[in-house]
């Protein structure tokens, strides 16, 4: 068979349409890659769909650099946005169950409570949550600043009760729960501080152990058991200094609002060198007979407003004490207690100074006095700018 001659002209012809096909081919190659890249860029408006493989990486890469404008018209790279999310979704609720924290009555919580502090200590306007329908056993503890965040509150919505062996006392102890150095910090909500007073309140000797001596002395003296012996039975239980239930010290802007302090061993609420406090809504009760409970007591702390609170104890309602100034007290029910009392000052020769304090449209009932000025012998100072009115 006799084969046909190629010729060269042929072959550059050939040759000439295999490059313009290839041209074209590669033109469309880039074509599509410009247009799925326009997609890409086109997805970073469309967020939440679900794309897969190289369309997925390149609509999230595309999407970090988008641009966003704020209300004030700068832009900010949609980067930007996500890091600033990122810090500012940081968690500000701190649930002491979530610490350990076992609710259940009995177990030592001391320790949740303690570090469900130390998170929300380092968070702005962080809260700190005691959830209702728990009973939490809190041995003495200090929430101490000064290098706390400002701002945080203290959801109590369940209940705290204090411990009621003496070994959890040591000695004795002032307070039970302090909150110390701190800048607005609240206690809201609507649980309950129970500080189990009447372990305290029982064991008379450790008030007053020589009233407690002569009464055994007069009135048992062929007992089996010697006065002696029952001091050192009843001083084995709990130790003679009573805590405070809950005391403030060294704090601005506090606010106390809605929660219930009852039976604490001595006074229920305290503000020591503080200023700026607000009391409202709050519940506080112990029985009339309960000794030394005041109710709220104020010392070395100015501009505090104390209204709509119902106090019943067994000591003075209110008791403001030197160092106070710009105390204003209205729509409070107290009683039973003392009444609400300026002093006593002055006790040990000493200078006591109380000034501008109001307290009206105030209903005490079933109590010692009413509203009084107390001071001591030998002592000197002033009290000034004091009005009482509208007191049923």
Wanted: aromatic share 6%; net charge neutral; hydrophobic share 30%.
């Amino acid at each position: 068979m006799r084969m046909a001659k190629i010729n060269p002209k042929d072959d550059t012809i050939l040759l000439l349409i295999a490059i313009f096909i290839l041209s074209a081919s590669l033109g469309t190659c880039y074509g599509r890659e410009g247009k799925h890249w326009r997609h890409s860029e086109a997805c970073q408006f469309k967020k939440g769909q679900g794309h897969r493989g190289g369309h997925r990486h390149h609509c999230q890469h595309h999407n970090r650099l988008s641009p966003k404008v704020n209300g004030d018209g700068y832009t900010v790279p949609q980067d930007t946005m996500t890091s600033l999310a990122g810090s500012s979704g940081r968690t500000t609720t701190f649930n002491v169950l979530d610490y350990g924290a076992k609710g259940d009555g009995h177990a030592d919580d001391t320790k949740a409570f303690e570090a469900a502090w130390a998170a929300a200590c380092q968070v702005a306007a962080s809260t700190l949550v005691v959830p209702s329908g728990s009973v939490f056993m809190v041995k003495p503890i200090s929430f101490s600043g000064p290098n706390c965040k400002p701002g945080i509150v203290f959801q109590l919505d369940g209940k705290i009760i204090a411990p009621t062996s003496s070994q959890a006392w040591g000695s004795g102890l002032l307070q039970w729960i302090e909150f110390t150095k701190l800048t607005k910090i609240k206690i809201k909500g609507k649980g309950t501080i129970d500080g189990q007073g009447s372990v305290w309140w029982n064991d008379s000797a450790t008030v007053y152990p020589t009233d407690e001596l002569d009464s055994v002395s007069s009135t048992a003296q062929n007992s089996t058991i010697s006065s002696t012996d029952m001091i050192s039975t009843n001083l084995s239980k709990m130790p003679s200094t009573k805590p405070t239930a809950l005391r403030f010290y060294g704090s601005s802007d506090v606010a106390v609002n809605g929660i219930t302090i009852q039976n604490s061993p001595q006074t229920h609420l305290k503000f020591d060198s503080c200023t700026d406090v607000q009391v409202f809504g709050v519940t506080i009760s112990s029985p009339g007979d309960s000794p030394n409970t005041d109710g709220i007591h104020l010392q070395n702390s100015q501009n505090v407003l104390i209204y709509s609170t119902d106090i019943a104890c067994g000591d003075d309602c209110v008791s403001i004490q030197t160092g106070c100034s710009n105390v204003y007290i209205h729509n409070v029910n107290c009683g039973p207690g003392h009444g609400i009392s300026i002093g006593g000052l002055g006790k040990d020769n000493t200078k006591a100074c109380v000034s501008n304090v109001t307290i009206r449209d105030t209903i005490i009932t079933g109590t010692l006095t009413g509203v009084r000025i107390k001071t001591w012998q030998g002592g000197s100072g002033s009290v000034q700018d004091i009005m009482f009115s509208n007191i049923q």
